[in-house]
C-alpha cells in the first residue's frame, strides 16, 4: 500500500471511530459534522472526500459495528460441538453482544431511523441474519429442527432477538435472564 492510500485509509479509520464514539454517546442527531471531524482530527473536506456526509459516516459505523456483533456470535456458537446449542449460544450471545454499551444505541435505535428499515434490514441480513440461516440449516441438517424453509423462521427469531436485545437496551433494570428464558422457551418449541 502506497503512502497516500495508506494515509486516505488512516484519515477513514479516524472519521469512523469518531463517528463510533460520538453516534454511540449522543446519538445521531445530537452530532454535528464539526463534532465528527474535530474527534477525529481531520477537515470537513476530508470528511466528505470518504462520505457522502454524515449518514454514510453512520452507515459505515453502523456496518462495522454489526460485524462485531456478528463476529461476537460466531465466536460464542463456535464454541458448541452440537448444531443445536450453537443456534441456541449465538442467539444467547447476540442478545449480550447487541446490548453492549454504545451498540445498542447505533445498531438497535438510529440504525433504523436513519437508514431507514429496508436498508437496516439489508445490512443485519448481511451480518448476524446471515448467521442465523446458517445456524438453523445446520440444526435441520442434524435433524435438530424440522425440516422447512429456513428464511421465514430466521426473518422471525431475528425480529424477536431485535425486539428482545432493544428492550433490555432501552430498560433501567435490565433482566437478561428472564429474556433469554424468553427466547430459549421459543428455541425449545422448535427443536425437535
Not at 56 to 78: I, K, M, T
Request: glycine share 10%.
Amino acid at each position: 500500500m502506497g503512502v497516500r492510500a495508506d494515509q486516505k485509509e488512516r484519515t477513514r479509520e479516524a472519521l469512523v471511530t469518531a463517528g463510533r464514539q460520538l453516534f454511540a454517546e449522543h446519538g445521531y442527531a445530537a452530532v454535528g459534522l464539526s463534532a465528527l471531524v474535530a474527534t477525529a482530527g481531520v477537515t470537513k473536506g476530508a470528511l466528505y472526500h470518504h462520505f457522502d456526509g454524515k449518514a454514510e459516516l453512520f452507515e459505515a459505523v453502523l456496518a462495522l459495528v454489526q460485524s462485531e456483533v456478528a463476529a461476537a456470535v460466531e465466536v460464542a456458537a463456535d464454541a458448541e460441538d452440537d448444531p443445536w446449542e450453537q443456534l441456541r449460544a449465538g442467539c444467547r450471545e447476540f442478545l449480550v453482544a447487541s446490548t453492549a454499551p454504545g451498540t445498542a444505541r447505533i445498531m438497535l435505535v438510529d440504525g433504523p431511523a436513519v437508514l431507514g428499515w429496508s436498508r437496516w434490514r439489508a445490512l443485519d441480513d448481511d451480518a448476524s441474519g446471515r448467521l442465523l440461516v446458517g445456524a438453523l440449516r445446520a440444526a435441520v441438517a442434524a435433524d435438530r429442527l424440522a425440516p422447512g424453509p429456513v428464511e421465514p423462521l430466521a426473518h422471525v427469531l431475528s425480529g424477536a432477538l431485535n425486539e428482545a436485545a432493544l428492550r433490555l437496551a432501552e430498560s433501567d433494570s435490565p433482566d437478561l435472564g428472564a429474556t433469554w428464558g424468553a427466547i430459549d422457551r421459543i428455541l425449545t418449541g422448535l427443536a425437535r
